[in-house]
Nanobody
């Protein structure tokens, strides 16, 4: 069964940190590009960060220098370390797996709220 399960969301304080995890199963994780997306209320879903099978990374300008994406192919897991959190980082965060000639795979999302 193909599955992406996010965890690690919750309440974070401005300037604080959270780490999200996304555990994958049911497909060959190491061959997929993995991405973190987020969607705030009333806004479109947007790319936060992505990492290719080879480890190349890409970040949205709004999170550069604050967020770090990484993957552990042995554990079939992708992470995003979020530092120096801001209230505008509040959103539902989704994990996505994608590769050419395959359907995109999405997790169910995890809520991140940044507030003092």
């Amino acid at each position: 069964q193909v599955q992406l399960v996010e965890s690690g969301g919750g309440l974070g304080q401005p300037g604080g940190s959270l780490r999200l995890s996304c555990a994958a199963s049911g497909f060959i994780f190491s061959t997929y590009t993995m991405g973190w997306y987020r969607q705030a209320p009333g806004k479109e879903r947007e790319l936060v960060a992505s990492i290719t099978p080879g480890g190349s990374t890409n970040y949205a300008d709004s999170v550069k220098g604050r967020f770090t994406i990484s993957r552990d192919n042995a554990k079939n897991t992708v992470y995003v370390q979020m530092n120096n959190l801001k209230p505008e980082d509040t959103a539902v965060y989704y994990c996505k797996a994608y590769r050419q000639w395959r359907a995109d795979l999405w997790g169910q999302g995890t809520q991140v709220t940044v507030s003092s």
